[in-house]
């Protein structure tokens, strides 16, 4: 079965801290992995794409890897800021071009001053 | 401006009362997608619409649930006899551009009383 499973379920850190968000997919075959920020109220925006080929992908503070073998994902964010509380949420492609994505439940992070 | 908009924000209905949730995508994206999200899951495919071509209905829950979409543009999610389970978060998101991207709207929080 395809699936999506993301962890920590929630996490709490202090501002300018860094912390590191897991995501461990089965979907098979692979084409892209997503990761997007959703606010409280909000939809989703998107963060990353990556391919298969692709092992890391930046975006400001937020980086992205990849390990296609391992089919293992992690978002790292760099020196949180308060802004950065919010859902993030893992979402994985099958077959390139398919329009059916399977969508991690989410890490609910937390940023305290 | 040039997101995806849905209308209503916010809706609450009464136990086997009929609701419509709007979406209007971004100009030129040919692709739209509607998904439940509920408490603590992650979202759930309803239906899929590309350009003029047969709309993918498999993920919705019951014959209660129809959507359409008028002039490859504007659309309307449809539920009728509205059930206490139907209660959650409809986004809605168009596609376009590289990697069929999803952009999102903000959603429309339906509860059911």
């Known amino acids: 079965k395809n699936q999506v499973e993301q962890s920590p379920q929630s996490l709490i850190i202090l501002e300018g801290k860094n912390c590191t968000l897991q995501?461990?997919?089965?979907?098979?075959?692979?084409?892209?992995l997503r990761w997007y920020k959703q606010d409280t109220g909000r939809g989703p925006v998107s963060l990353t794409i990556?391919?298969?080929?692709?092992n890391t992908k930046s975006n400001g503070r937020y980086t992205a890897t990849l390990d296609a073998d391992t089919k293992q994902s992690s978002l790292h964010i760099t020196a949180s800021q308060l802004s950065d509380s919010a859902s993030y949420i893992c979402?994985?492609?099958?077959?390139?071009?398919?329009?059916?994505?399977?969508f991690g439940t989410g890490t609910r992070l937390k940023v305290l001053a | 401006g040039a997101g995806v908009s849905q209308s209503p924000s916010n809706k609450v209905t009464e136990k086997g009362k009929d609701v419509e949730l709007r979406c209007d995508p971004i100009?030129?994206?040919?692709?739209l997608y509607w998904y439940r999200q509920s408490l603590g899951q992650g979202l759930e495919f309803l239906i899929y619409?590309?350009?003029?071509?047969?709309?993918?209905k498999s993920g919705l829950p019951s014959d209660r649930f129809s959507a359409e979409r008028t002039g490859g543009s504007v659309s309307t999610l449809t539920i009728q006899r509205t059930q206490q389970e139907d209660s959650a978060v409809y986004l809605c998101?168009?596609?376009?551009?590289?990697?069929?991207?999803?952009?999102f709207g903000p959603g429309t929080r339906l509860t059911v009383l």
């Open positions: 998101a168009s596609g376009g551009g590289n990697y069929n991207e999803q952009f």
């Open positions: 995501c461990n997919y089965t979907v098979s075959p692979f084409s892209n």
């Open positions: 990556m391919t298969f080929s692709e």
């Open positions: 979402v994985v492609s099958g077959v390139s071009g398919t329009y059916k994505y399977i």
């Open positions: 100009s030129g994206h040919t692709a």
């Open positions: 619409f590309q350009g003029n071509s047969a709309p993918d």
